[in-house]
């Protein structure tokens, strides 16, 4: 089923109008580009949050001035070093800094900083739904929320066809669930071996930086708790949601580090080869998702392309020296991609049917850079033809201007 290859034609509920498929989601898309909104720095005064190194002498080691900073953690949001976990060393903070930025002098920024999981009004029309403003965390919060409608729609029921209804009745102890349910999935399949990483912070700095790491006030903090039971991950994340869905808490670095953990520095290496130098890229003063990461969170592998299996060889037939590394398996949800000017330049990336045809009828959608959910609640469409002649989609973006979900339907006139 070509979902993104070729040009649907859909129509709104009560207009009469027909716009292609790509015109309905950069038309949403567009609405949330139309707010303004304030630029923020990172605690340096930089924009991509990079700073020189440290170089004055500690007087105390381990101990650092008490100096205010805007992104310090409140205490209720510190886990106590007496509940266990295993405490970030230097070695493994300096190694997650550079698979991150290329760099350990380099640190989040404002924008990612502030993120986090947070859900609209439960019971409203979008209680199913993540709160995501602008920003390179953005991508993150949609690969969750994704993972969330699967999770509310499909994770217990056995039923062929769900409501929308179910997702706009949903309580606050449900959307924790689900989050919770989540984020266990996403790190289950990340896994390298038998055990999963679930990261939290504890009030305590956990070793004595040097010259050579930059300071972040939260990363030294880290505590890593690890599970081989796919329940008993769930069950903790669900005792410390607050470490993810509060203001505050940098639950979506906090997540993006229980990721990295699961998968290990070495298996990542493995997974994306010499093609990626690191995992985020610079991009308009903001650190922003390479694909590998995404891959990462939709397949459990960080492989770097979007291709189907792993490419061997050149165009010319030559033998690559590294393969280039794509999907190998169809996850439960799926991926699209459409960008205007790499079209316009006819170098349009090509998203594989692995990615296109997920298990659940569920996708991320990247559109001109802006990411999105696309669904059906019917689990079928991707295994009965019958479906294909005429079904409803459903559209999230996340964006502050979206209060509703938006429908599109496929009519059987194709």
């Known amino acids: 089923m070509a979902m993104c290859s070729e040009v ?23 609405k949330g580009q139309e707010q303004k909104y304030p630029d923020k720095k990172s605690e340096d005064g930089n ?26 953690l409140p205490k209720p949001l510190s886990i106590s070093s007496d509940l266990g976990g295993l405490p970030i060393t230097l070695e493994m903070a300096m190694e ?17 900083k502030k993120s986090y999981f947070s859900f609209h009004e439960p019971y409203s029309e979008l209680s199913y739904a993540l709160q995501a403003e602008r920003g390179g965390a953005r991508a993150i919060q949609m690969v969750v929320q994704a993972h969330v409608i699967k999770q509310i729609l499909f994770g217990t029921s056995k039923e062929e066809n769900s409501s929308l209804q179910s997702l706009q009745a949903v309580s606050q102890k449900e959307q924790e669930k689900a989050l919770a349910a989540a984020l266990a999935d996403i790190l289950w399949a990340a896994r390298d071996g038998e055990e999963v990483t679930v990261c939290l912070v504890t009030t305590d700095i956990c070793f004595t930086p040097s010259r050579d790491y930059k300071v972040d006030n939260f990363t030294e903090k880290l505590l890593l708790f690890n599970f081989c039971d796919k ?63 995404l891959n990462l969170m939709l397949t459990g592998r960080a492989s770097p392309y979007v291709f189907n299996g792993d490419l061997q060889y050149d165009e010319q037939g030559g033998q690559l020296m590294v393969p280039m590394r794509g999907i190998l398996n169809r996850s439960d949800v799926g991926y699209l991609y459409w960008n205007r000017e790499e079209m316009e330049q006819g170098r349009l990336s090509q998203v594989g049917s ?21 669904y059906s609640t019917n689990r079928s469409l991707l295994s009965d ?24 339907v496929r009519s059987s006139f194709l």
């Open 354 to 374: 692995m990615l296109k045809t997920p298990r659940l009828p569920i996708w991320l959608c990247n559109i001109n850079g802006t990411f999105s959910v696309l």
């Open 385 to 408: 033809w019958k479906m294909e002649h005429l079904f409803d989609l459903h559209f999230y973006n996340g964006q502050q201007s979206q209060n509703k979900t938006v429908t599109l």
């Open 96 to 112: 997650l800094r550079k698979i991150l930025f290329g760099s350990a002098f380099h640190t989040f920024n404002y924008e990612w």
């Open 47 to 72: 924009e991509d949050g990079t700073g020189a190194p440290q170089t004055g002498s500690n007087k105390n080691p381990g101990h650092f001035p008490s100096t205010y900073s805007p992104y310090s």
């Open 231 to 293: 329940d008993a991950i769930q069950t903790f994340i669900v005792d410390h949601i607050h470490f993810f869905k509060t203001e505050g808490s940098h639950g979506v670095i906090l997540f993006l580090y229980s990721a990295l953990f699961s998968r290990t520095f070495k298996r990542l290496q493995e997974d994306f080869g010499c093609t990626v130098p690191h995992l985020l890229k610079l991009n308009l003063g903001n650190f922003t998702c390479r694909q590998a990461v």
């Open 8 to 30: 649907i034609l859909v129509k709104r509920r009560g207009d009469n109008s027909k716009l292609s498929y790509i015109e309905i989601l950069e038309e949403e898309v567009h």
